[in-house]
């Protein structure tokens, strides 16, 4: 299984990224899909969250308004669009794969079971 991520970037306060991250090796529609985040010095913590046909997506409260999750399960891919960025977000972006049996949405990186490398963003003017 592998997951990458892309789409990291340098960008100004208020600007926008969107993140990508490709999946292979695994049936993707079997996969919740997560971002997550690592900003230097702290814990890995939850972005967003998909479940596997796209009809629930969970925030959260620091990027709701401001982060939109989105997938396509023919082409195996989920993206991360990131508007009005802060200084905040400036992180490594982690994009993860949760194989659940139950229709959860779960935002712990403990209930995932593939991540890939993950992508930089650095939001400095």
């Known amino acids: 299984v592998q997951l990458q991520a892309s789409g990291g970037g340098l960008v100004q306060p208020g600007g926008s990224l969107r993140l990508s991250c490709a999946a292979s090796?695994?049936?993707?529609?079997?996969?919740?899909m997560g971002w997550f985040r690592q900003a230097p010095g702290k814990e890995r913590e939850f972005v967003a969250v998909?479940?596997?046909?796209?009809?629930?997506?969970h925030y959260a409260d620091s990027v709701k308004g401001r982060y939109t999750i989105s997938r396509d399960n023919d082409k195996k891919m989920v993206w991360l669009q990131m508007n009005s960025l802060k200084p905040e977000d400036t992180a490594i972006y982690y994009c993860?794969?949760?194989?659940?049996?139950?229709?959860?949405?779960?935002?712990?990186?403990?209930?995932?079971?593939?991540w890939g490398p993950g992508t930089e963003v650095t939001v400095s003017s």
């Open positions: 993860a794969a949760d194989r659940t049996i139950l229709s959860v949405l779960n935002t712990q990186p403990d209930d995932y079971d593939y």
């Open positions: 090796g695994l049936t993707f529609s079997y996969y919740s």
């Open positions: 998909i479940s596997r046909s796209g009809n629930r997506i």
